[in-house]
T-cell receptor, first 114, second 112 residues
Framework: AQKITQTQPGMFVQEKEAVTLDCTYD???????LFWYKQPSSGEMIFLIY??????QNATEGRYSLNFQKARKSANLVISASQLGDSAMYFC???????????FGAGTTVTVRA | GAVVSQHPSWVICKSGTSVKIECRSL??????MFWYRQFPKQSLMLMAT?????????EQGVEKDKFLINHASLTLSTLTVTSAHPEDSSFYIC????????FGPGTRLTVT
């Protein structure tokens, strides 16, 4: 079974608008961490935000926020005030227990329109 | 944040030759590093987990004799693609485990 599911292959968003990228996960380990990465066309993986399974509050990092709904096993990324430089592929990933290994979703390509 | 480098950033080689890719953690020691492969517009596929001083752990379906991994020190892991063929052309990314995984910038391999 897929551990991380990203159902949106691609999305278009108007500059300055907000966009939500969906991510659902599957694990039986009570301790896990959820990550979002941005991958522009250059290929580098840029860490955006992290949410731990025991964190009580949703994580926020500047224009990025994570909508963590534990009961629904979802960890959606919200990008506010989109900029042209936000155009990239975005990956949701999960780490389980003490294992450093990450499971990645299929990714969502975001294109920001001027 | 922690910095991971990869060398080379891109390489073109002829079919049948071998090519080595280096992954270095520049400002921290990493006992565990990971090697990924990524095809265009697809996700990262974990190839193997590289552990300093021991044999790498390969994911199912990855040929260990074709993709040789050596983690000789706490700051260096290498991936050697042996007898490369055009189907090995891909983007290879390494990461080093610290508090989180820190990714290298990737190596684009083209086999002609």
């Amino acid at each position: 079974a897929q551990k991380i599911t990203q159902t949106q292959p691609g999305m278009f968003v108007q500059e300055k608008e907000a966009v939500t990228l969906d991510c659902t996960y599957d694990t039986s380990d009570p301790s896990y961490g959820l990550f979002w990465y941005k991958q522009p066309s250059s290929g580098e993986m840029i860490f955006l935000i992290y949410q731990g399974s025991y964190d009580q509050q949703n994580a926020t990092e500047g224009r990025y926020s994570l909508n963590f709904q534990k009961a629904r096993k979802s960890a959606n990324l919200v990008i506010s005030a989109s900029q042209l430089g936000d155009s990239a592929m975005y990956f949701c990933a999960m780490r389980e227990g003490d294992d450093y290994k990450l499971s990645f979703g299929a990714g969502t390509t975001v294109t920001v329109r001027a | 944040g922690a910095v991971v480098s990869q060398h080379p950033s891109w390489v073109i080689c002829k079919s049948g030759t071998s090519v080595k890719i280096e992954c270095r953690s520049l400002d921290f020691q990493a006992t565990t590093m990971f090697w990924y492969r990524q095809f265009p517009k697809q996700s990262l596929m974990l190839m193997a987990t590289s552990n300093e001083g021991s044999k790498a752990t390969y994911e199912q379906g990855v040929e260990k004799d074709k993709f040789l991994i050596n983690h000789a020190s706490l700051t260096l892991s290498t991936l050697t693609v042996t007898s490369a063929h055009p189907e090995d052309s891909s983007f290879y990314i390494c990461s080093a485990a610290g508090y989180e995984q820190y990714f290298g910038p990737g190596t684009r391999l083209t086999v002609t």
